[in-house]
């Protein structure tokens, strides 16, 4: 596996303000991806941030909510932009280590809450 | 339908029992199976992970998948207080991560 840190570990914001959470790994990985995990709920997969390219993101997520960077294959940023208090969540870093493998190994998560 | 289905629970084992944990899954070209243990307020950690069909065992975690029936478990022999968590299934089609919802197991002593 790798060894997965997220800044910050948690924050409380206010409303209509960003916040960037980062994601470094330890290790050079093929893939990363940001899950948001609201109280009591199950992972929902924001996108695939991809190296050198404009993030893959999955339905009910847009760029200008959640813009993603990844200048190389051990860093990414994911910004929680103009935030409201349904933004309200924890926010998961997770990596592939291979190509074409499905394992996925997640950070410590970045506890976010928004007034 | 969702993709991956687990009962939520909670579940509620007696130290030293065996703790069965049960997941089924909508999509047949699904390829990989994945358990995951989170402990309250702590990201997922990878505990297993399977392939193909039957049985692959792991110190006292079992993973048993039939893709006949589209459905994967997690056995915990012997379960321990320290093992009560919430336990997520995922499945990959190979272009897609699901995860399920997660059943919340707790371990009496």
């Known amino acids: 596996s790798a060894v997965i840190s997220q800044k910050p570990s948690r924050d409380i914001c206010q409303r209509g303000t960003s916040l960037t959470i980062q994601c470094q790994v330890d290790?050079?990985?093929?893939?990363m991806f940001w899950y948001r995990q609201q109280p009591g709920q199950s992972l929902t997969l924001i996108a695939t941030a991809n190296q050198g390219s404009e993030a893959t993101y999955e339905s009910g997520f847009v760029i200008d909510k959640f813009p993603i960077s990844r200048p190389n294959l051990t860093f990414s940023t994911l910004t929680v932009s103009n935030m409201s208090p349904e933004d309200s969540s924890i926010y998961l870093c997770?990596?592939?280590?291979?190509?074409?493998?499905?394992?996925?190994?997640f950070g410590p998560g970045t506890r976010l809450t928004v007034l | 339908q969702k993709e991956v289905e687990q009962n939520s629970g909670p579940l509620s084992v007696p130290e030293g029992a065996i703790a069965s944990l049960n997941c089924t899954y909508s999509?047949?070209?699904?390829?990989?199976f994945f358990w995951y243990r989170q402990y309250s307020g702590k990201s997922p950690e990878l505990i297993m992970f399977?392939?193909?069909?039957g049985d692959k065992e792991d110190g006292r975690f079992t993973a048993q998948l039939n893709k006949a029936s589209q459905y994967v478990s997690l056995l915990i022999r012997d379960s321990q207080p320290s093992d009560s968590a919430t336990y997520l299934c995922a499945v990959s089609t190979g272009n897609q991560f699901y995860f399920g919802t997660g059943t919340s197991l707790t371990v009496i002593p």
């Open positions: 999509d047949r070209g699904s390829q990989s």
């Open positions: 997770s990596v592939g280590l291979v190509a074409g493998a499905d394992t996925q190994y």
């Open positions: 290790s050079q990985v093929t893939m």
């Open positions: 399977i392939y193909s069909n």
